[in-house]
Nanobody, 117 residues
Framework: QVQLVESGGGLAQAGGSLRLSCAAS????????MGWYRQAPGKQRELVTA???????NYADSVKGRFTISRDNAKNTVYLQMNSLEPEDTAVYFC???????????WGQGTQVTVSS
């Protein structure tokens, strides 16, 4: 089982920045991918960004050039630097981790990001 603890959400003005963190702990052999989804009111959860243990990343088109994901493998922690925030970025952001041995996908509790115009 994997526990994911998120931090760093909150309120920002349009054009501002926030940084999210997500630390994984528990019993697992390794984590081969970590990332972030988000869910806005009345919308489906969508992938924001992810990073593999090898450092490969992918981003949703809506956040490319504004958001940056990074990962500290030694700490099993992933970070999301969000710049040039837009009101459309308002959502609950969920961290996830895909582990090996056991093979599973686990989720954080979610952290609210609100961007005011």
């Amino acid at each position: 089982q994997v526990q994911l603890v998120e931090s760093g959400g909150g309120l920002a003005q349009a054009g501002g920045s926030l940084r999210l963190s997500c630390a994984a702990s528990g019993r697992f052999f390794s984590i081969n991918a970590m990332g972030w989804y988000r869910q806005a009111p009345g919308k489906q959860r969508e992938l924001v960004t992810a990073v593999t243990s090898g450092g490969s990343t992918n981003y949703a088109d809506s956040v490319k050039g504004r958001f940056t994901i990074s990962r500290d493998n030694a700490k099993n922690t992933v970070y999301l630097q969000m710049n040039s925030l837009e009101p459309e970025d308002t959502a609950v952001y969920f961290c996830y981790a895909r582990t090996v041995l056991p093979s599973s996908i686990d989720w954080g509790q979610g952290t609210q990001v609100t961007v005011s115009s």
